[in-house]
């Protein structure tokens, strides 16, 4: 059974920073791919970035230049910096790891861009 734990979120003023965090535990392996993904209030949940099991990123258009994707498989842990941070940045984070058709979310952690 796997097990994905987000954390980092909180409160930060537009232009702040924060890291989030997803670690797995049980049978995960570095195939996996991960995604970060967020879901404002009353709008549809939203890819953010991805890496790769072999660590190739993409990202949204809306955070290109200000996020980054990285992953440390020793740890099964993926992280987004996210930098620059704008209002509309506010969400609830979530992260998923997946190998089709297999895929693992977590509870999602919240992130507010206020001032």
């Known amino acids: 059974q796997v097990h994905v734990v987000e954390s980092g979120g909180g409160l930060v003023q537009p232009g702040g920073s924060l890291r989030l965090s997803c670690a797995a535990s049980?049978?995960?392996?570095?195939?996996?791919?991960v995604g970060w993904f967020r879901q404002a209030p009353g709008k549809q949940r939203e890819l953010v970035a991805v890496?790769?099991?072999?660590?190739?990123?993409n990202y949204a258009d809306s955070v290109k230049g200000r996020f980054t994707i990285s992953r440390v498989n020793a740890k099964n842990t993926v992280y987004l910096q996210m930098n620059s941070l704008k209002p509309e940045d506010t969400a609830v984070y979530y992260c998923?790891?997946?190998?089709?058709?297999?895929?693992?979310w977590g509870q999602g952690t919240q992130v507010t861009v206020s001032s």
């Open positions: 998923k790891w997946s190998s089709a058709p297999t895929e693992y």
């Open positions: 049980g049978s995960i392996f570095s195939i996996y791919h």
């Open positions: 890496v790769t099991s072999v660590g190739t990123t």
